[in-house]
């Protein structure tokens, strides 16, 4: 995609907004050349764009779509982005979610350390804008992007959430919320060293779950490995006594590495990245977030 196609992307959306913000929208440079497969997700029959949601005093930045002329309340999906923040490829998921009926909103849980896109490598990103964002206050802002939710058309009662990478992780510890009633973790870690920014991995909260969570992972993850997915499954098994925990379920795919359905990196791979959707559909009914 050049130059010229992202940019009128960018417009597209800005003019699309349903509230005006600074909240960047492209593609973000760090995340590699933006390939062609690159899905785009058309406006027809949503209101789609950038919203500013109150926690506290605090105004959270999100994109947010809805179907036009939906009747009565929506279900509720919350996407959680990679380490790049809420751009195009994030924004485009809820617009996809949208077009099947849900109120979808895509919080940017990094604005207070910063724009993602100020950085060239993913490295830089972890440095200054993850290690800066601590796992309790994503939580936080999460129950209170519901908290908007419900005072603007969606169904508290009927919740889901879903993630990539980093936001694959957070999916996992946003099953703890009593709001919560499904969960489908893209490729997200599950293991890992506790700070005080992450005090807790999935590992550790098993036994805490109010939400049955999917997760979807690669054999081919170079950074997320077989075993700790056994130690995932280990420690699910354990909480047994605990029906979320219990109906927890995992789709590894042989070949995939990791972001295979991240339609705008080369990592992609559409047999993968289309199954995984269709599941992630399927799980969210299952559940009743629908």
């Known amino acids: 995609m050049n130059e010229k196609t992202q940019n009128g992307r960018r417009n597209f959306m800005k003019t699309s907004a349903i509230g005006a913000t600074t909240m ?3 593609f973000v ?28 005093s605090f105004q959270l930045p999100a994109y947010v779509s809805r179907p036009e002329n939906a009747k009565g309340s929506l279900p509720i999906i919350i996407v959680v982005s990679e380490i790049f923040g809420v751009h195009e490829h994030i924004a485009d998921v809820t617009r996809r979610f949208a077009k099947l009926g849900y109120l ?3 919080p940017e849980f990094f604005t207070r350390a910063g724009d993602p896109n100020s950085y060239g490598t993913v490295a830089e990103i972890q440095k200054n804008i993850v290690a800066k964002t601590p796992d309790a206050q994503v939580l936080n ?25 980093w936001g694959g992780r957070i999916t996992w510890l946003s099953a703890t919320l009593p709001q919560v009633r499904a969960g489908v973790a893209w ?10 920014v992450n ?14 969570v999917l997760g979807l992972y690669g054999a081919a993850d170079t950074g997320i490995s077989l075993e700790s997915i056994d130690q995932m ?12 925990a219990k109906a927890c379920q ?30 992630c559909i399927v799980w969210f009914k299952k559940a009743g977030v629908v």
């Open 24 to 26: 960047g929208v492209g």
């Open 29 to 56: 440079t760090a995340s590699e050349p933006v390939m062609a497969a690159a899905i785009e997700t058309d406006f027809k029959g949503l209101k789609a764009g950038e919203q500013m949601i109150p926690i506290g």
């Open 104 to 106: 979808a909103i895509a």
């Open 141 to 165: 802002d999460l129950q209170g992007a519901l908290v908007w939710a419900g005072k603007n058309g969606g169904d508290l009662k009927r919740v889901g959430v879903t993630g990539f990478c």
């Open 187 to 196: 490729y997200g870690r599950l293991i890992g060293e506790k700070t005080e």
């Open 199 to 212: 005090p807790r991995h999935p590992v550790d909260i098993a036994a805490e779950l109010k939400a049955p």
């Open 233 to 244: 499954r280990a420690a699910l098994a354990q909480a047994s006594n605990n029906p979320a």
């Open 250 to 279: 995992f789709e590894v795919y042989p070949d995939a590495p990791h972001a295979f359905h991240a339609d705008y990196r080369a990592s992609y791979r559409e047999g993968p990245a289309k199954d995984g959707w269709e599941k």
